[in-house]
């Protein structure tokens, strides 16, 4: 199976930093990324699909590029409602879809 | 709006079966997958399986082969996943969710609001 790693697992960042998260494949996916975002208590929430495409609705300091097996999720401007967890998953071959193990976001 | 709506949470014992649900409304529910994922207690999210409605197709990820069942009736718009015999390993919060785009299974969206599955002596 594909594995997925994440880091950093967890951060901690002032309203108004760039955070970056990565997310690594164990081999090439082309752009088949996707990632979410869930806030404590909540069911996760598209926010990228397809690496980089933005889901509907989603604010635009939200962003995700990379290909093949190296993959970057970008908050511009981080806010007080981002605080949650964000999540890699890859679809490169149903049934075995694989999510990452998370990355943690907080305010410093 | 579309929308997943779950069952409510269960409290059930080891070697129980049980069988959770999961509601589609706002689409066609015969022309979108929908898969279904466990989140244990503090940890991170895992993808189980997925069904189309449509034909009944179903695919399970190797970690989840014959540990549960998933299934649908179309007739009333709603996806389930069941346990046969209960374990405590199995104490998670449940999610459904629509896969997209139509007829394929590339991302999730939207989510049902999760069932959360206690299994205790």
């Known amino acids: 199976d594909i594995q997925m790693t994440q880091s950093p697992s967890s951060l901690s960042a002032s309203v108004g930093d760039r955070v970056t998260i990565t997310c690594q494949a164990s081999?090439?996916?082309?752009?088949?990324l996707n990632w979410y975002q869930q806030k404590p208590g909540k069911a996760p929430k598209l926010l990228i699909y397809?690496?980089?495409n933005l889901e509907t609705g989603v604010p635009s300091r939200f962003s995700g590029s990379g290909s093949g097996t190296d993959f970057t999720f970008t908050i511009s401007s981080l806010q007080p409602e981002d605080i949650a967890t964000y999540y890699c998953?890859?679809?490169?071959?149903?049934?075995?879809?694989?999510f990452g193990p998370g990355t943690k976001v907080d305010i410093k | 709006e579309v929308q997943l709506v779950q069952s409510g949470a269960e409290v059930k014992k080891p070697g129980e079966s049980l069988k959770i649900s999961c509601k589609g409304s706002?689409?066609?529910?015969?022309?979108?997958?929908i898969g279904w994922v466990r989140q244990m207690p503090g940890k991170g999210l895992e993808w189980m399986g997925i069904?189309?409605?449509?034909?009944?197709?179903?695919r399970y990820s190797p970690s989840f082969q014959g540990q549960v069942t998933i299934s649908a009736d179309k007739s009333i718009s709603t996806a389930y996943l069941q346990w046969s015999s209960l374990k405590a390993s199995d104490t998670a919060m449940y999610y459904c969710?629509?896969?997209?785009?139509?007829?394929?299974?590339?991302?999730?969206?939207?989510w049902g609001q999760g069932t959360l599955v206690t299994v205790s002596s």
């Open positions: 969710a629509r896969a997209c785009p139509i007829a394929a299974a590339h991302w999730f969206d939207p």
């Open positions: 706002g689409y066609s529910f015969t022309s979108y997958w």
């Open positions: 069904i189309y409605p449509g034909d009944s197709d179903t």
């Open positions: 081999q090439d996916i082309s752009n088949y």
């Open positions: 397809d690496a980089s």
């Open positions: 998953q890859q679809y490169d071959n149903l049934p075995r879809y694989t």
